[in-house]
């Protein structure tokens, strides 16, 4: 089946640096990717559409400023989180959808603490 | 918007069970997904249904969608350890490709 990559897995960072996290779909095409954010025993909440060659679209509640995200080719997207505090601290997974299947895959994560 | 709600939340069974996840929706399903997820990993896609009254199974596990399409339901028979995890539908919206996602159902078997 389809792949999507994350990195890195996990990540510790200091409070007030910012991290960057790469979602690769390795052997498709995707023109929209998803990121969303996971706590502890909690669903995947949705929080921006990345579209290739376009500006993300944010879901409500979410700080466009503070979670950048970067769409730059149709296998990369990137999210990056600005100034990250303790409460950022989460599992962080991106989904791909191709252009070509209905399907979504998802990456395997990323866990983001910040000290 | 589209909310999803799983029962139960947490299950614990013996090995050699059979068992039964429930996602209902607050609105029409136009395509449901079954995910299963370990603690701090991604998802395993495990099966998508769209028609009223589909099912389909692979290996123990097998999931319907009813004739409403308002309901979902996974089965698994004579469980064993390697079907814990945390079990998610998901359902697409009608526009923009996103999902929305249930709380998740926490299966432990017990060898």
């Known amino acids: 089946g389809a792949v999507v990559s994350q990195h890195p897995s996990r990540v510790i960072c200091k409070s007030g640096t910012s991290v960057k996290i790469e979602c690769r779909s390795l052997?498709?095409?995707?023109?929209?990717m998803f990121w969303y954010r996971q706590f502890p025993k909690k669903s995947l909440m949705l929080m921006a559409t990345s579209n290739e060659g376009s500006k993300a679209t944010y879901e409500q509640g979410v700080e466009k400023d503070k979670f950048l995200i970067n769409h730059a080719s149709l296998t990369l997207s990137t999210l990056t989180v600005t100034s990250a505090h303790p409460e950022d601290s989460s599992f962080y997974i991106c989904s791909a959808r191709s252009t070509r299947a209905y399907e979504q895959y998802f990456g395997p994560g990323t866990r983001l603490t910040v000290t | 918007s589209q909310e999803l709600e799983q029962s139960p939340q947490s299950l614990i069974v013996q090995e050699g069970k059979n068992l039964t996840i429930n996602c209902t929706s607050s609105k029409t399903l136009y395509g449901l997904y079954w995910y299963k997820q370990k603690y701090g990993e991604g998802l395993i896609f495990l099966m998508m249904?769209?028609?009223?009254?589909e099912e389909k199974s692979h290996e123990k596990i097998t999931a319907k969608l009813d004739e409403k399409k308002q309901q979902s339901s996974l089965h698994i028979t004579a469980s064993q350890p390697s079907h814990a995890g945390i079990y998610l539908c998901?359902?697409?919206?009608?526009?923009?490709?996103?999902?929305?996602f249930g709380d998740g159902t926490t299966l432990t078997v017990k060898p």
């Open positions: 998901g359902a697409d919206n009608t526009n923009a490709g996103k999902s929305t």
């Open positions: 249904l769209q028609k009223g009254g």
């Open positions: 052997d498709f095409q995707a023109t929209t």
